[in-house]
């Protein structure tokens, strides 16, 4: 019986029998997506252009489904999206090299495949993950944001204090129930590890003079998000950097466990998903499996 269940996990782990999983390497400009995963609505999104293109260079009637590490919501942005796609065999074989440079002529400005492999045993892009790690950019300048970096910089209209901003942050740090900073939704868990969450002002721009703008850096990296997390986390962390809240707030409102109404989910186009981490490839199956278990927290 056992034996049973081991050869199910493996073959839901991996490819199924004469198919061949490829890693892809992606980023995107979110701007005019309504996110990554594919609508009913039929609305834009980055998945349902992927897998067209990917349909398309290989010439064939049905779509191969994506699985990605992380399900990017409406405007936000990806530089290093990961994703894999199962493909048969003989396709993969005859048409693998190609791939990567078919994709670059036929895929929208807005999305670019950096890399296309076949990917370790036991590769999952999203259950493999270790970690994902998102950035937020600000810009509190008084004249607001440099106009080329609108798309992907919020705009604080008030002067912020990264000191205290880092000293909120860590006491985020650590394994918790993120309930008061997600999105509920039925049957999933709010439990994460969030393994590094810390602020840096970089100065503007000196190639293009002194009167372009730094900008305020969030970054943020957990073994996985729920939705809406790192949008109400900068929230938070904007009412401790402005002055409207103190230090201490942010964890008051994590303990609370519940949804805070002076926490506002930030605008989606200042965040961009920048890095995903994976184990060892040895590692990579039992890390896949472990992540499909329902999460409690382990310390009270």
Not at 68 to 75: K, Q
Not at 239 to 264: H, K, W
């Amino acid at each position: 019986m056992t034996e049973c269940v081991e050869e199910r996990e493996s073959r839901r782990e991996g490819a199924a029998e004469g198919f061949v999983r490829v890693r892809l390497d992606l980023s995107y400009d979110g701007t005019d997506f309504s996110g990554w995963a594919k609508q009913k609505s039929g609305r834009r999104t980055v998945q349902g252009e992927l897998e067209d293109a990917i349909r398309v260079v290989l010439r064939q009637p049905e779509v191969f489904p994506l699985t990605v590490a992380g399900r990017t919501d409406a405007g936000v942005h990806a530089r290093g999206q990961v994703a894999h796609v199962d493909l048969p065999g003989d396709i993969w074989a005859a048409e693998g090299e190609k791939l990567r440079r078919r994709l670059a002529g036929r895929l929208p400005g807005d999305i670019r495949v950096w890399r296309v492999a076949e990917a370790p045993a036991g590769f999952d892009a999203r259950f493999s993950a270790v970690w994902r790690r998102y950035a937020y950019r600000i810009c509190d300048h008084p004249a607001g944001v440099d106009p080329l970096r609108r798309a992907h910089v919020l705009w604080h209209d008030r002067p912020l204090d990264v000191d205290a901003m880092n000293e909120a942050a860590r006491l985020l740090v650590g394994e918790h129930d993120f309930a008061a900073y997600c999105k509920k939704r039925e049957g999933a868990t709010t439990i994460r590890e969030l393994l590094d969450f810390s602020w840096e002002r970089l100065p503007g721009d000196a190639l293009l003079g002194p009167r372009l703008p730094g900008l305020v850096v969030g970054t943020v990296r957990a073994d996985a998000f729920c939705h809406n997390m790192v949008r109400a986390l900068v929230g938070a962390m904007l009412l401790v950097g402005g002055g409207q809240r103190p230090v201490g707030f942010p964890g008051e409102v994590l303990s609370a466990g519940v949804r805070n109404s002076a926490v506002s989910v930030v605008r989606p186009y200042g965040l961009t998903l920048e890095e995903v981490g994976y184990p060892a490839d040895q590692d990579l199956a039992a890390r896949s499996r472990a992540a499909r278990n329902l999460r409690v927290l382990t310390r009270g």
